[in-house]
Every structure is written in C-alpha cells, then in structure tokens.
C-alpha cells in the first residue's frame, strides 16, 4: 500500500467532514463548522471526553499523532498538556491550525508529516496520543518504532484501534454487508451513493475477492473509497507493537451499523473502539 494514497484520500476526506455537512459548505465559517462538528463528534461517541478526563496531561508533553479536525487536540490542551501536533494530511493541519488560532490556544507545533518518519526528536515526548489512526497505517511495525524514539524512556502511547472482538466486525461488516452487497449484486440493483461506490469497487475487482474480509474491511470503516483499515485484539496489538507493553486496555463504543445497537450496554464486551495504554518494553 502506497502511503501517498492514504494521504490523498484522507486529504480529500477530513475525517467527520461530511457528517456535519462539509467545511466547503459553510463560506468560509470555521467556528461555525467546528462547533458543529464538536456538538456531532461528543454526542455521538460521549465516551471520548471521559477517556480524554482519565488521563493526566497537566504539564505533559503530548504528541498527537493523526489530528482530523482537531476537536480532541483541543480538549487536550484544555486539559493543561504541552501539546504538539502530526498530520500526514495538509488539509488537517491548516484547519487545527486555524481551530487553535480561533481559540486562541496554546501549542508548541503543528507539522505535516508521516508516523513513518516522525519530524521530532528522540525522547521528547511524555505522552504520544493517537485516536483512529494508527490502524490506517499499513507499516504499523515502522510506525511504533518511531513512536518509541520520541517517547521518553518512560513515556506511554495511548491508541484507539478498531476492534476485531467487536459485533461492528463479527456481525455487521462479515454477515449483514456482505450478505447485503451479494443481494444487490445478484439482483443487479444500482441504488447510487455509498452502495453504488460499493458494487462499482466489487463489480472492477471481482465479487469475490471483494469480499474478502483482508479487503472489505478497507472499504467498511471510513467509506468505500478508504484504501486501508486495520482491526485489533490484544494479540494484534502485542504483535504490531513489538517495543511495547501494554499496560491497559478497554473497548468503548457501540457502533455496528445498520443495525440499531448504539444503545445497548455492551460497550466493554462488544465495543467497536479499542483504547490501549502502552508503554516501551
């Protein structure tokens, strides 16, 4: 996987962005997109705020690795880190850069750049912290390498990856969609929009390879045109992390669409996001 074709979807497709109606849409209004997409982002998955109030950052220094539209990197500098920031993504850069600057927070830098080769020096970092991303990094064993040399000696590496012992992955991406795309394949249905994205990718590939789990789940985490998506247990972890140990894991976040399942208090069990708390072995 070409790290460039990472970089050009998420650099077309900020993370959240269309969920709220688009940044282009607004003319230019940054503090109205930003106050809705926070509203969207924490009444959707209210569990982060209370993972973000878990975890000291009071005179820390923080690298967040992967920033979207900067709502956690916000909430974070609230929470009296020194914070420093890394996007593959221009895109996102210059919009937390204007986010911070509207809110006239306090950040020590803000670089484009690849977790592959991290634009900061050794040790520098008491905590790194990234949430969604590391799981779209195909050179994941790279990845943690560098995040080790950052990360002081006693640092620790916070993630949130996409769940494997989830009912978003058992259930929803292996049977409901797959069973739901074979359906419209066979009836040779073309309902346009997402499921139309879906058949043209299954329809230039072949069905069957399509489907493939080592494929499909590219396409069934952010939308079909993301072109790589990783889901985790503890083992997957403990294998991808090879400088770590984990010292602390959770699952959070019932999400499992289409079903309707948000509500139901499975989270720990079933929860489609898993938090882990690493640190250098």
Known sequence: MDESAIEAFWNSNPCGDQQVGGLAGRR?????????????????????????????FRGRQVLEIGLGQGAD??????????????????????????????????????????????????????????????????DIRRAQREIRRVLTSNGELIVMLYARRSLNYWVSIAIVRRLGLLTLYATRCDPGGILGQHLAHARQIGLWRYLRMDHFIHRNTDGPLNPYAKVYDLATVERDFPDFKIVNSYKVFMHAPPLPVSRLPLGRLLGWHLWVHLRPA
């Open 73 to 138: 990197s916000e909430q974070i500098i609230r929470r009296g880190a020194v914070w420093s920031g890394l996007d593959l993504t221009a895109e996102s850069v210059a919009r937390v850069r204007t986010r911070l600057s509207l809110r006239r927070l306090p950040y020590r830098a803000i670089k484009q750049g690849s977790a592959l080769d991290i634009p900061y020096e050794n040790g520098q970092f008491d905590i790194v912290f990234s949430h969604g991303v590391l799981h779209h990094v195909p």
């Open 28 to 56: 230019g209004d940054y503090e109205a997109f930003f106050a809705d997409y926070d509203e969207h982002r924490y009444r959707k998955e209210a569990h982060i705020l209370g993972c973000l109030d878990a975890i000291d």
